[in-house]
Every structure is written in C-alpha cells, then in structure tokens.
C-alpha cells in the first residue's frame, strides 16, 4: 500500500528564514505527490503536486518542494518564512487502490506538521 | 462563486443520534470524498464515490453511511453505530484526468 510519513509534529523557524517541512513517501510504481495546508478549523488547500518532470516544484504562496526519488523524499520548502506560514503542512501520495487507469483513486495523507512562525 | 460547501459548520449531536452533514458542489467534478480529521492522525477516508449511484468504502467506514443521488451532492449519515463520532470532517471532489482533490471547509461534529 502507498503511504506517507511526516517525521516531524512540529517545526518552528524565525520570520525571514527558511524553512523546511520533511516527507518521505513508499509506493509502487511512479509516486504522485502532493502537498496540503490546513487553518484552524478550515478545510485543507491545495499547494503543489509532484507528476513527473522536474524534480523542483513551484507552487502557491511561495512554497516549492524538491522531489527525490533515490531518498523518496518530496520536502516542502520555502526560501523566507512568513508568520503568515503558521499552520498544518500535510503530505499526500496517490494511492490507486481501488482502480484501474489511474482514475479510481484516493488520496493517503500524512500525519501532519504544525508549523510556526514566530516574529 | 464556484466551490465545494460543507454544512452545517458546527453540529451537536446526541448519544444515540443519527445526522446528516452536507457536502455540494458547484464545479463539475465527478468524484467526491469524505474524510475524517482527529488531532495527530491525519486525514482518514470513509467514502468515495466516482460517478452518481456508486460509491465504495474507505478506511473508516464503519458506522457511517453515503448516498450520490445527484452529481452534485454526497451527504455523509454518521450512524448510532459509530461509537466515537467526535471529530472533524471533510468533503472533498476531484474532476477526472486531474490529480489534486479540493476540500470543503469541514464540519465539526461533537457529541453531547
């Protein structure tokens, strides 16, 4: 089964730094990837996703995530970190459990990050 | 304006109870998802369901119940029989041949 992990609960970087938020991946076949933010009592937003291609993805906010396939690694980063940042990171992977042709899906989530970002 | 809209935001519910939360969707999409949030788990799946009149099981489907009568709506029933119903819940759809999934705001079901 495809799965995710999220090795850190949490992570706290200064304002204006970078920062980083780990997720290393298991699948069989090609990983698709994606990243999530969640809000305090909203729902989850959609940053970026790994299909094939570059292995540096750019998506909403400033955020980007480098892919890594000899580490299954798909960390999310950022070059400078807003207060604004502050919130729950989730990692997902497509898992075609159910499917064939790759349109019968769900999505596996991680654990979650909480990240902060203090002034 | 186009979405996905999860009601109501909060619900109270008593033991014993069965209720409904609602999910609708204004953007064409033929999936839909019902996922549930616990503090330090992540998201689980209960429900899916592709195209209208099909939806299979998630990880979680005990005690909850789905229906996809209309493309547009995949209202979630959580049971008497789910024995800890107290959690965060989230809806979500996708349009074939894209890969990402967007998310309701969620409703917050709390047993009294």
């Known amino acids: 089964a495809q799965s995710v992990a999220q090795p850190e609960d949490q992570v706290n970087v200064a304002e204006g730094n970078p920062l980083t938020v780990k997720c290393t991946y298991s699948v069989s076949g090609n990983p698709y990837l994606f990243w999530y933010v969640q809000y305090p009592n909203r729902g989850l937003q959609f940053l970026l996703k790994y299909i094939t291609g570059d292995n540096l993805v750019k998506g909403s906010y400033g955020f980007e995530a480098e892919f890594n396939k000899s580490q299954t690694s798909f960390h999310l980063k950022k070059p400078s970190a807003l207060v604004s940042d502050s919130a729950l990171y989730f990692c997902?992977?497509?898992?075609?459990?159910w499917g064939s042709g790759g349109s019968n899906y769900k999505l596996t989530f991680g654990k979650g990050t909480l990240l902060t970002v203090n002034p | 304006d186009g979405g996905i809209t999860q009601s109501p935001k909060y619900l109270f519910r008593k033991e014993g109870q069965n209720v409904t939360l609602s999910c609708e969707q204004n953007?064409?999409?033929?999936?839909m998802y019902w996922y549930r949030q616990d503090p330090g788990q992540g998201l689980r799946l209960i429900y899916y369901?592709?195209?209208?009149?099909?939806?299979q099981k998630g990880d979680i489907a005990e005690g909850y119940s789905v229906s996809r009568e209309k493309k547009e709506s995949f209202p979630l029933t959580v049971t008497s029989a789910q024995k800890n119903p107290t959690a965060f819940y989230l809806c979500a759809s996708r349009i074939q041949g894209n890969t990402e999934a967007f998310f309701g705001q969620g409703t917050r079901l709390t047993v009294v």
């Open positions: 369901s592709q195209i209208v009149n099909d939806f």
């Open positions: 953007l064409n999409h033929d999936a």
């Open positions: 997902a992977v497509r898992d075609t459990r």
